[in-house]
């Protein structure tokens, strides 16, 4: 067992978070950051993703609660039309990453909004930070 020692200095850093996602994730729960921190390569609310080519879902920042159920799909097919935004083509790929309301919005309707809303900073931040 190490023994514990104290630093002559204190240091302003108190907790030290490390997340790991993939961007959507980080969008999801941290992207609303950059409202705090312009150096953060967060969310603007100008991003957008289309359902259909009439109808684009924004994003917005009045996520709730975490709703896993439905998760959006993390097939290889699912993947490759929320990155290209169209369904399977092996012939033809092309990623334009606008493909992700389209494809939540087929595993379940209204997904869309779930996967295209995040959390506002307060929603996210713990009083003990």
């Given at each position: 067992?190490a023994?514990?020692?104290?630093s002559?200095?204190?240091s302003p850093?108190?907790?030290?978070?490390?997340?790991?996602?993939?961007?959507?994730?980080?969008?999801?729960?941290?992207g609303?950051f950059?409202?705090?921190?312009?150096?953060?390569?967060?969310?603007?609310?100008?991003?957008?993703?289309?359902?259909?080519?009439?109808?684009?879902?924004?994003?917005?920042?009045?996520?709730?609660?975490?709703?896993?159920?439905?998760?959006?799909?993390?097939?290889?097919r699912?993947?490759?039309?929320?990155?290209?935004?169209?369904?399977?083509?092996?012939?033809?790929?092309?990623?334009?990453m606008?493909?992700?309301?389209?494809?939540?919005?087929?595993?379940?309707?209204?997904?869309?909004?779930?996967?295209?809303?995040?959390?506002?900073?307060?929603?996210?931040?713990?009083?003990?930070w």
């Amino acid at each position: 067992m190490a023994a514990e020692t104290s630093s002559a200095t204190s240091s302003p850093i108190k907790t030290v978070v490390v997340l790991v996602q993939e961007n959507r994730s980080f969008d999801h729960m941290l992207g609303w950051f950059k409202t705090l921190n312009p150096e953060i390569d967060g969310v603007t609310g100008s991003e957008s993703n289309p359902i259909s080519t009439s109808t684009q879902v924004t994003f917005k920042d009045t996520a709730a609660h975490v709703d896993p159920d439905p998760d959006p799909d993390h097939s290889f097919r699912a993947i490759y039309e929320q990155v290209s935004g169209k369904p399977w083509d092996i012939k033809n790929p092309e990623i334009k990453m606008n493909g992700f309301a389209q494809n939540a919005e087929r595993t379940k309707p209204g997904l869309s909004e779930t996967v295209m809303n995040g959390f506002k900073p307060e929603m996210v931040r713990s009083s003990s930070w």
